[in-house]
């Protein structure tokens, strides 16, 4: 049952990492180690302590090692406060790489996005080459590994949204490199018999950063928000995770792969709901297309499960967190952009 408030860190906190059900179960029949690679970005610090919590519900004995740079050191002290392990280790540096302990299985959050329209080569590296180091050290692994729905082009409005078997097509530098780690993924499933699952995820969202944040925040600050992309997916981040640990029985060679999203949603319908919370009307720019980077994940819920959390439920807590002036990130989504440049 979904929180009806959520105004502190706490209650946020609990509300993205109270496991299911289903992955308390799944949990319970796993041993060895799971290591969560890039563990230091937005989903990471959340999923390492969602499986902790699995985990310690199921009696598993299974162990836990979050890896990251850890660039911001106060995602490793958050970790380790909740009795995660943690290993600071530059997945583009062979000896980290190299000293890295066995794991029985891993989820792969390594990837860049924004910044991408100043430095590619950094996003191709990070999104390529990291991929590809992962699988040579863990190619006896059940890798999980995220991808995102960026990968395929803009989908007309009564198409349902792409799914897994459409044609993959880049639109701008960032979208391009996505695809190569994918390729790069799948050369290891299906040429070295390394077992993936590929999570194809757009957007996740949480009261701190995502595309619902982004749009509430323009309405409470009078910032028209432009329709030019009219429409989206999103899931409520705790849902995302659930769903990227629960793939870990699930991956196979050659890869398989999942869109991760939620339902078809209208920009200009969620600004209105925003300002019915929040009592400000919304101010808009530019007019719908008939389309938009939508993808439809009938697959995955067909095999988990429709996601938990209503978005109606996320907004309503968005705009309480924002009322009650509740810290964000700072790191817009840019979910307006049609041209593909971050």
Known sequence: MPHDVILTEAERETALTTPSDALIRQMKGMAGTLMIVGAGGKMGPTLAVLAARAVAASGSKLKIIAVSRFSDPAQKEWLQARNISTISADLLDD?????????DFVVSLAGKKFGTSVDPS?????NCLASASVCKRFRGSSIVALSTGNVYPVAPLNSGGSNEDDALIATGEYSAAAIGR???LQY??????????????????????????????????????????GYLNCIWQGDANEAVLRLLPHVQSP??????????????????????????????????????????SSKLNRLLGEPTTPISTVIKWTAQWL???????GKPTKFEVSDGKY
Do not use: C
């Open 95 to 103: 000896g980290d790489v190299k000293e890295l302990p066995d794991a």
């Open 122 to 126: 950094e996003t191709w590296a990070v």
């Open 182 to 184: 994918e390729r790069v």
């Open 188 to 229: 290891f499933a299906t040429h070295q018999g390394v077992k993936i699952a590929i999570i194809r995820l757009n957007y996740a969202v949480d009261m701190v950063y995502g595309v619902l944040m982004d749009i509430g925040r323009k309405v409470m600050e009078g910032e028209p928000i432009d329709l030019q992309m």
């Open 255 to 296: 890869a398989n792969v999942y869109n991760l999203s939620g339902p078809l949603l209208s920009v200009k319908k969620i600004a209105l709901e925003f300002g019915d919370h929040l009592k400000i009307a919304p101010q808009f720019s530019g007019v719908e297309k008939n389309g938009a980077l939508l993808t439809n």
């Open 323 to 329: 009322k009650n002036n509740g810290r964000s990130l």
